[in-house]
């Protein structure tokens, strides 16, 4: 079984240009997120979907970042403009369905330098 | 007071000891825990998921839980050099909006040869 793709896997901007990110869950799960984990710190939640559903996004800042899964399977987050603060790794995962228990996996992460 | 909280470590053990990794958290309602192993420059990988009292064994992996106390911990017996790694602990409450996963800072553990 074919995990969680993320593309890229580095990608380095300057301070006020954009960038995106792509994720590709395993296959049938419904569930997908975004964390963002800094260095040092444990991952945090950006945005939850369920199937093209957002579930949760309490903690996106919506002034700058945004995120869609237009079909239900991939999905792409996107920081307009970016900030120092946000170089970071940002880590997509996804389970099975919403609920507890399910497990989340988590895919390679795309590591975010912003200069 | 931090959701979850681990102690940063580095916690250190010898080859072939028992590493016991600790975990606590504040929500009185959190439903499911995890331990996940993040090597560095890795994404995390889940080894154990424990949903009520007591110990769930995989292995050389033993997840324990005392909902009572707020209190999670992972045992690691024959521990490895390759069981070197930060592991995180995440703690998940489900509501309606959502399966809120929270992560502690994780504990780093160096076994050494």
């Known amino acids: 079984e074919a995990g969680v793709a993320q593309s890229p896997r580095y990608k380095i901007i300057e301070k006020r240009q954009s960038v995106a990110f792509w994720c590709n869950p395993i296959s049938g799960h419904a569930t997908l997120y975004w964390y963002q984990q800094i260095l040092g710190q444990g991952p945090k939640l950006l945005i939850q979907?369920?199937?093209?559903?957002?579930?949760?996004d309490s903690q996106l800042p919506k002034d700058r970042f945004s995120a869609e899964r237009l079909k239900g399977v991939d999905s792409t987050l996107k920081i307009q403009p970016a900030k120092l603060e946000d170089s970071a790794v940002y880590l997509c995962?996804?389970?099975?369905?919403?609920?507890?228990?399910?497990?989340?996996?988590f895919g390679p992460g795309t590591r975010l330098t912003v200069t | 007071q931090k959701e979850v909280e681990q102690n940063s470590g580095p916690l250190s053990v010898p080859e072939g000891a028992i590493a016991s990794l600790n975990c606590t958290y504040s929500?009185?309602?959190?439903?499911?825990f995890f331990w996940y192993r993040q090597y560095s420059g890795k994404s995390p990988e889940l080894i154990m998921s424990i949903y009520s009292n007591g110990d769930k064994e995989d292995g050389r992996f033993t997840a324990q839980l005392n909902k009572a106390s707020q209190y999670v911990s992972l045992l690691i017996r024959d521990s490895q050099p390759s069981d070197s790694a930060t592991y995180l602990c995440?703690?998940?409450?489900?509501?309606?909006?959502?399966?809120?996963?929270?992560f502690g800072t994780g504990t780093q553990l160096k076994v050494e040869l």
């Open positions: 929500d009185r309602g959190s439903q499911s």
């Open positions: 995440a703690v998940v409450k489900f509501t309606g909006g959502g399966n809120k996963l929270t």
């Open positions: 995962a996804s389970s099975l369905v919403l609920g507890q228990g399910y497990e989340q996996y």
């Open positions: 979907f369920q199937n093209n559903g957002v579930v949760d």
